[in-house]
């Protein structure tokens, strides 16, 4: 029997509450000790009784991993045993579907905490972030997970919202690329990527989780769009999580314009489109579009919603009463179905020989707990191994005025509340930040070294002194004159600063953790400010979710590296950069602002965003976009664009040489941007177009070529189509958007040119050895 036969013959023999089964989740013990780990949890908590659903089937179970800290292989073993009773209790026999968080990593305890997604940003690296998406798949399936909710593909529009660590940055292609190579590692190992959150979650008003979103249909269309995109049609992507967010009203989790007409109908995605948790619900509960349970479900089923996450609310009794009234077609809940029995059948969960028992489990006796518990280890020596290079290559160092490397100062004083604190390293969707957190008592479940420990480890000559001066965001202030005398008696200071994960107010950076400004919390300032007064060489570290503004540590600080969550191999990468047994290559994927309260603004910015005469507020950055040092010198020349004409389905191609003109292998990332000086519509002043990272050993060189389509220049014009228009645009390549060497106008001819999602979506690049002056290849 076929795949599709398969599914319609299932669909033909199942009765109308065997279909609901299969449209929803269930998070049995989500309610269990520790604190909340999804929004809104208790309004909606309802009894489940999973003895009386699975009888009628189970579309998925939610988080049987992240919910509680659990033995790796217990965990697979109990999935395993409910995978069997919901088999055997079901007419059908049809296995649930288990998704878990990856954002950072497998969130289950004892897994790899990798960096966080503003990291992967700043690596500029798709290919290291897809090797590593792979290897968190690879965990995931090997102990029966099938779907991951990951990548985040929001665009940062407003630095103070909570969930910036989570995103990738603030330029939609960089976003796009390095989110849609996460995609294709997830789904190599077989796991069910998830798109998330569709769409506009990122631009809520001041920077508030869960605001509303007053955008246009332009800044839709070509900022926060893009990155999905690109993960639908380049990233064999199979599931989309809708945003909670309404845009100009519209929440997104009823909006059959987005998620049918414009994800299915136009980009031609086929996979599955699941509920952000509760989202259904929030139509009645938060943005009181529907009147009653069914009516938010009918609306999220209309919109092209398949399944209820993260438990029965909506889909339950009351979607089922509505059918059976006639209220809601039943023809919904066929459309919705077969798209879940269809991804079921890729999974192999519709064969009769599918076994419930994951690869890490077979040939174990289930019965012998004793044996089993501790047999699985979800964070070897090679994923370590990779969580270290993830996080060497996304620290970002910021400025240097030739203190570092530090070689081997004779003492080092270690000062802020950031240096000793294993929980700095992590972003909140890690699962010690997520959940462990919440149980007293209880180990992290991996090894993270302190940004101390690991100083320790790096300088055993240096006399080191730890002396933390203020808490994150306490405002306590007794302990900083400790902190500047142990800075005063030094060689030089490290100021550990930055955030605290956590979710829902819990902490400074995470889910519900927004910011009224972009000054550093509690004391950290004036911290700074009275280590800056001693003279003492002051190297600050970030370890942060957000940019912060850094006051006179911007001109006065000895250095600054951002290292934003670099995970749990952080606190090591980030002394090997201080030492210089790293060379750091990380690029800002966000801007830093000059100023605590110039928000909400990006790089991504068009003329009158930008500083000018008629407002006294300047939101210039103190450090742009795709701004980076390291410790090699990097020469550029030979510059040059092929043509100054091109039609307007044409291409252009450019080309530039880069020379490691320093003692030590290095890497530059050379970025290439779009300027449209005369536009029907406003223009940003520059907009990332493609990049290439470009590994050299010292003397060594390289010929980066471009080949760039006009198609990549397009935009949404007046009429809300997209088009490449005719006249001049400047393609320019640079270390950063602030510091662009070469510039090549070209101009596009012909008549305006409509364009669709077949458009070309990147420049092609090639990085080419230079030998004897002379390109070889």
């Known amino acids: 029997m076929t795949a599709s036969a398969r599914v319609e013959d299932l669909i033909a023999?199942?009765?109308?509450?065997?279909?609901?089964?299969?449209?929803?989740?269930?998070?049995?013990?989500?309610?269990?000790?520790?604190?909340?780990?999804?929004?809104?949890?208790?309004?909606?908590?309802?009894?489940?009784?999973?003895?009386?659903?699975?009888?009628?089937?189970?579309?998925?179970?939610?988080?049987?991993?992240?919910?509680?800290?659990?033995d790796a292989a217990m965990g697979a073993?109990?999935?395993?045993?409910?995978?069997?009773?919901?088999?055997?209790?079901?007419?059908?026999?049809?296995?649930?579907?288990a998704h878990e968080e990856c954002l950072a990593g497998f969130a289950a305890w004892g897994a790899?905490?990798?960096?966080?997604?503003?990291?992967?940003?700043?690596?500029?690296?798709?290919?290291?972030?897809?090797?590593?998406?792979?290897?968190?798949?690879?965990?995931?399936?090997?102990?029966?997970?099938?779907?991951?909710?990951?990548?985040?593909?929001?665009?940062?529009?407003?630095?103070?919202?909570?969930?910036?660590?989570?995103?990738?940055?603030?330029?939609?292609?960089?976003?796009?690329?390095?989110?849609?190579?996460?995609?294709?590692?997830?789904?190599?190992?077989?796991?069910?990527?998830?798109?998330?959150?569709?769409?506009?979650?990122?631009?809520?008003?001041?920077?508030?989780?869960?605001?509303?979103?007053?955008?246009?249909?332009?800044?839709?269309?070509?900022?926060?769009?893009?990155?999905?995109?690109?993960?639908?049609?380049?990233?064999?992507?199979?599931?989309?999580?809708?945003?909670?967010?309404?845009?100009?009203?519209?929440?997104?989790?009823?909006?059959?314009?987005?998620l049918t007409g414009l994800l299915r109908e136009e980009w031609g995605f086929e996979g599955t489109v699941v509920a952000d948790y509760f989202a259904i619900a929030f139509l009645k509960l938060l943005h009181g579009t529907a009147e009653t349970w069914a009516d938010a479900a009918a609306q999220a089923l209309e919109a092209g919603i398949d399944v209820e996450l993260p438990t029965i609310k909506t889909f339950g009794e009351p979607l089922r009463r509505a059918v059976s009234e006639g209220i809601v077609d039943a023809g919904l809940i066929d459309t919705a179905l077969r798209r879940v029995l269809a991804q079921k059948e890729q999974l192999g969960l519709l064969e009769p020989e599918w076994s419930a028992v994951p690869t890490t489990l077979a040939g174990k006796d289930l019965a012998d707990l004793d044996s089993l518990r501790g047999s699985v280890d979800l964070d070897p020596p090679r994923n370590r191994a990779l969580a270290a290079r993830l996080a060497e290559a996304g620290i970002v160092l910021v400025r240097n005025d030739g203190t570092l490397p530090l070689g081997a100062p004779a003492s080092i004083a270690v000062v802020g509340p950031n240096a000793d604190d294993p929980y700095a390293m992590l972003g909140c969707y890690s699962f010690p930040a997520h959940v462990v957190s919440q149980h007293p008592g209880v180990d992290l479940g991996i090894r993270i070294p302190t940004l101390l420990d690991a100083l320790r480890e790096e300088f055993p000559a240096s006399a080191i002194t730890h002396v933390a001066g203020t808490t994150v965001d306490g405002g306590e202030t007794d302990g900083i004159p400790d902190a500047a005398a142990a800075a005063a008696a030094s060689d030089v200071v490290v100021l550990a600063l930055g955030d605290r994960a956590g979710l829902f107010g819990r902490g400074t950076s995470g889910e519900g953790c927004d910011a009224e400004s972009l000054e550093l919390p509690g004391a950290q300032q004036q911290l700074v400010d009275a280590i800056l007064d001693t003279g003492t060489p002051a190297v600050l570290v970030l370890f942060a979710g957000r940019p912060y503004a850094l006051g006179r540590a911007t001109t006065e600080s000895a250095a600054v590296v951002e290292a934003f969550f670099p995970g749990e191999e952080g606190g090591p990468a980030v002394a090997g950069v201080l030492s210089g047994r790293v060379n750091p290559s990380g690029r800002l994927p966000v801007s830093i602002p000059a100023t605590p309260g110039s928000q909400p603004t990006t790089y991504l910015a068009a003329p009158l965003a930008q500083r000018s005469g008629v407002s006294n507020v300047d939101p210039t950055a103190a450090f742009p976009f795709g701004h980076g040092l390291g410790y090699a010198g990097f020469e550029w020349d030979g510059f040059a664009g092929d043509v100054a004409e091109v039609p307007v389905d044409g291409e252009v191609r450019l080309q530039v040489r880069v020379r490691n003109a320093g003692e030590r292998t290095g890497t530059e990332i050379v970025q290439l941007y779009l300027h449209d000086p005369v536009a029907s519509v406003v223009r940003p002043v520059q907009r990332l177009v493609g990049y290439a990272r470009v590994d050299l050993a010292a003397g060594d060189a390289a010929e980066i070529r471009f080949t760039v389509p006009a198609?990549?220049?397009?935009?949404?014009?007046?009429?809300?189509?997209?088009?490449?228009?005719?006249?001049?645009?400047?393609?320019?390549?640079?270390?950063?958007?602030?510091?662009?060497?070469?510039?090549?106008?070209?101009?596009?001819?012909?008549?305006?040119?409509?364009?669709?999602?077949?458009?070309?979506?990147?420049?092609?690049?090639?990085?080419?050895?230079?030998?004897?002056?002379?390109?070889?290849?």
């Open 77 to 97: 073993a109990s999935l395993a045993r409910t995978q069997e009773r919901i088999r055997a209790a079901s007419r059908f026999g049809i296995p649930a579907l």
């Open 112 to 258: 790899t905490a990798y960096p966080v997604p503003l990291s992967w940003g700043a690596t500029f690296d798709p290919a290291l972030v897809e090797e590593m998406a792979r290897r968190i798949g690879d965990d995931m399936r090997s102990v029966g997970v099938h779907q991951g909710l990951a990548p985040v593909l929001d665009v940062v529009r407003d630095a103070r919202w909570g969930r910036v660590e989570e995103t990738i940055g603030e330029d939609p292609y960089l976003v796009a690329t390095v989110g849609t190579a996460y995609v294709r590692g997830l789904e190599s190992s077989g796991i069910v990527a998830t798109l998330k959150h569709f769409v506009g979650y990122s631009s809520s008003k001041a920077g508030r989780n869960l605001a509303p979103v007053s955008i246009g249909p332009r800044e839709l269309a070509d900022v926060l769009l893009p990155p999905f995109e690109m993960a639908v049609r380049e990233g064999g992507v199979r599931s989309v999580m809708n945003s909670y967010t309404d845009v100009d009203g519209v929440p997104s989790a009823g909006d059959r314009a987005l």
């Open 711 to 777: 198609d990549v220049t397009s935009f949404t014009g007046r009429d809300g189509r997209r088009i490449v228009e005719p006249g001049d645009v400047v393609l320019s390549v640079g270390r950063s958007s602030g510091d662009l060497f070469f510039s090549h106008t070209a101009r596009l001819t012909g008549a305006v040119r409509r364009v669709d999602h077949t458009r070309r979506l990147h420049p092609d690049v090639a990085v080419v050895p230079v030998q004897a002056g002379v390109p070889v290849g």
């Open 13 to 70: 023999r199942m009765t109308l509450e065997e279909k609901i089964a299969q449209l929803y989740g269930v998070w049995v013990g989500a309610s269990d000790e520790g604190g909340d780990v999804a929004p809104h949890q208790h309004d909606l908590d309802d009894a489940v009784d999973l003895d009386a659903l699975v009888p009628q089937g189970l579309g998925q179970l939610t988080r049987p991993f992240g919910t509680k800290p659990i």
